[in-house]
């Protein structure tokens, strides 16, 4: 968790657990992304875990009167993908979700919905990651699990094609 006043060890970049999560918590508050797009915050960041939050719009509502799926979806792989960075070593990995799976449980019409996720596994290449969307008073909205790859950063030119 990002907290003032941490005593953690610094990597080999010399970077420390905190330093790194301010870094994934910046890099997914820019203006100019799709979380900020779709109202995202990301609001708490642990070792494999995380928890956004978002308010609910008109704009997000499909013909039926009801927060589209995509939008939960769209909560579920950015939480699952921060929680994932937290386990990787971004100046040299690079994540791409490769599948995901969403159960949709409850309609949302109003308020504000959140998503946690925390990582079951991490191996060298796969990684899979299990989220729960919840409304303000914790009832489950949606159940999502995705898979991602882990890949070696490559240099342009080198001839390896990038994900």
Do not use: W
């Amino acid at each position: 968790m990002v907290s003032e006043g941490s005593s953690l060890e610094a990597d080999k970049s010399g970077m420390t657990d905190d330093d790194r999560y301010r870094e994934i918590m910046q890099s997914r508050s820019d203006p100019s992304t799709y979380y900020a797009l779709l109202g995202m915050r990301l609001e708490e960041l642990g070792e494999g875990t995380s928890r956004f939050a978002m308010s609910v719009e008109p704009r997000f509502f499909n013909a039926g009167g009801v927060v589209h799926g995509g939008v939960l979806a769209s909560i579920a792989d950015a939480s699952a993908a921060a929680a994932l960075a937290t386990l990787v070593d971004t100046e040299r990995e690079a994540i791409a979700t490769v599948e995901m799976k969403i159960n949709y449980i409850s309609p949302v019409r109003a308020g504000d919905i959140f998503c946690e996720a925390r990582i079951i596994q991490r191996g060298r290449l796969v990684a899979v990651g299990e989220t729960s969307v919840l409304d303000a008073g914790g009832r489950l909205l949606a159940k999502a699990m995705a898979t991602f790859l882990i890949r070696e950063k490559t240099a342009k030119g080198a001839g390896k094609r990038d994900i």
